[in-house]
């Protein structure tokens, strides 16, 4: 939530709008935090951009955290986070 909290913020001082982040900004932002968590784990990341609205951004950061939480809990081995753009659809 923080990232993206932070994102939209950036953003309204850019342009004084706050009502969409990119997507790579925010997992950007987010996967630092998460890789703080890991450990030894490596957290890679190979993401592609695109704007959302502000709702679709914190649902894209809430997913990713989760998902990352549980692959810290569950797996082993180095965590792969693709986001990508294909055919107008984002896949993560």
Do not use: Y
Not at 62 to 68: F, H, P, Y
């Amino acid at each position: 939530m923080a990232a993206v909290h932070d994102v939209l913020t950036s953003q309204a001082k850019r342009d004084g709008k706050a009502n969409r982040v990119s997507a790579k900004a925010v997992l950007e932002k987010m996967i630092p935090m998460l890789q703080a968590m890991a450990g030894d784990r490596e957290i890679r990341a190979n993401l592609e951009d695109v704007e959302l609205p502000g709702k679709q951004g914190t649902s894209l950061a809430l997913v990713t955290n989760e998902l990352i939480l549980n692959a810290l809990k569950h797996g082993r081995g180095p965590i792969d986070v693709d986001f990508c753009i294909e055919n107008g659809m984002a896949e993560l």
